[in-house]
T-cell receptor, first 108, second 113 residues
Framework: QKEVEQNSGPLSVPEGAIASLNCTYS??????FFWYRQYSGKSPELIMS????GDKEDGRFTAQLNKASQYVSLLIRDSQPSDSATYLC????????FGPGTSLSVIP | KAGVTQTPRYLIKTRGQQVTLSCSPI?????VSWYQQTPGQGLQFLFE???????NKGNFPGRFSGRQFSNSRSEMNVSTLELGDSALYLC????????????FGQGTRLTVV
């Protein structure tokens, strides 16, 4: 079992829709969770961090964490073509482990 | 506030050579982590340094090594390069490393021919 898994893509959503990105992790003692966005040919850019169960909202982005289910998600409301990128879930226990990423395409 | 700076941006090396990559973290950040990114393997953790000490290490052969200086700048070295070492090498800095957000540099694109 991989340490961090993400729903396989590519994920395509129409402009203005909600994009839902999911991530599961295997190490129960993980304490910190991060979502990064990576455009093609660029380095990852931090979008959100979440440390406690529940929801955390920042603009059009909402991160959700459920430690009991070992599940993290990222919702993007009112998706824009500029949101088209690969989204990486990262989980920290003693080191930061990244998931394989989900490619999102927002169709105008 | 300047971001994470990695040099050089691009490198072409021959098999068997060695290479040194440099990373200057955000001012005040004391933790630097290194990652290798390839299309097939995604982002793989190499090692993390904090206050000049290696705090964690990933599952890479001993040809991959690193160090951190007293000003928190870090270098990684790859000896006896192999074709499979061709990748984007990223470093990320964070203030303390534990439960804090990490910010990436632009990366060094290494091509081994």
């Amino acid at each position: 079992q991989k340490e961090v898994e993400q729903n396989s893509g590519p994920l395509s959503v129409p402009e203005g829709a909600i994009a839902s990105l999911n991530c599961t992790y295997s190490d129960r003692v993980s304490q910190s969770f991060f979502w990064y966005r990576q455009y093609s040919g660029k380095s990852p850019e931090l979008i959100m961090s979440i440390y406690s169960n529940g929801d955390k909202e920042d603009g059009r982005f909402t991160a959700q964490l459920n430690k009991a289910s070992q599940y993290v998600s990222l919702l993007i409301r009112d998706s824009q073509p500029s949101d088209s990128a690969t989204y990486l879930c990262a989980v920290r226990n003693d080191k930061v482990i990244f998931g394989p990423g989900t490619s999102l395409s927002v169709i105008p | 506030k300047a971001g994470v700076t990695q040099t050089p941006r691009y490198l072409i090396k021959t098999r068997g050579q060695q290479v040194t990559l440099s990373c200057s973290p955000i001012s005040g950040h004391r933790s630097v982590s290194w990652y290798q990114q390839t299309p097939g393997q995604g982002l793989q953790f190499l090692f993390e340094y904090f206050s000049e000490t290696q705090r964690n290490k990933g599952n890479f052969p001993g040809r991959f090594s690193g160090r951190q200086f007293s000003n928190s700048r870090s270098e990684m070295n790859v000896s006896t390069l192999e074709l499979g070492d061709s990748a984007l090498y990223l470093c990320a800095s964070s203030s303390t490393g534990r439960n804090t957000e990490a910010f990436f540099g632009q990366g060094t694109r290494l091509t081994v021919v």
